[in-house]
């Protein structure tokens, strides 16, 4: 019996050392496994997902489209974000009419209400540029920005993956 033990453990002093090391890392393992929850972080990809996406994208193909547009036209940025108010609402409203399954009420309500946020940000923006200085024009963009931020935020939260991985990238231009 000794003689197996000897065998399993090692010989050895760094054998056994290695041997205890490799049943420790085990009896971890297991203690993990057995005190981990499975994540039910993972959004399922169906109709309502799937829809969500869609308007997303086509929203974002919308604003791209507007942008490319303002900056061929050498468009002031008042004019830019007029143009996008209509796109942010009309991408909330066509959000709006899905119905949301009750495991993503919450995240929903989260794009909805930084979907609302970014439209006011954006409608403050083209009053501020069509009126206000280069200071305050920055000011409200920066506070555009960050509005922005959270749509694609909530976006992800809401497993929007092909809308989450279509970033828009706005170029500077002076205003």
Known sequence: MRERLTAIVGRT?????VTA?????????????IALKP?????PRDAYTIA?????????????AVEERARKRGGHASAF???LVPIVATWRSRFQTLRVPSDR?????????ALQEVELRIASLARVAGTGGRTATIASAKRADVATSQV?????????????????????QES
């Open 105 to 113: 009420v919450e995240e929903a309500q989260r794009l909805e209400a």
């Open 13 to 17: 002093r760094k054998a056994r050392l």
């Open 81 to 83: 974000a007029r143009a």
């Open 39 to 43: 994540s039910d972080d993972a959004i």
């Open 21 to 33: 090391a490799t049943a420790v890392a085990i009896a971890v393992a297991i203690a993990a496994f």
């Open 52 to 64: 969500a996406d869609r308007i997303c994208l086509g929203a974002k193909g919308e604003i791209v």
């Open 152 to 172: 694609e935020e909530a976006v992800s939260s809401l497993g929007l993956s092909h809308c989450a991985r279509a970033t828009i990238g706005f170029s500077r």
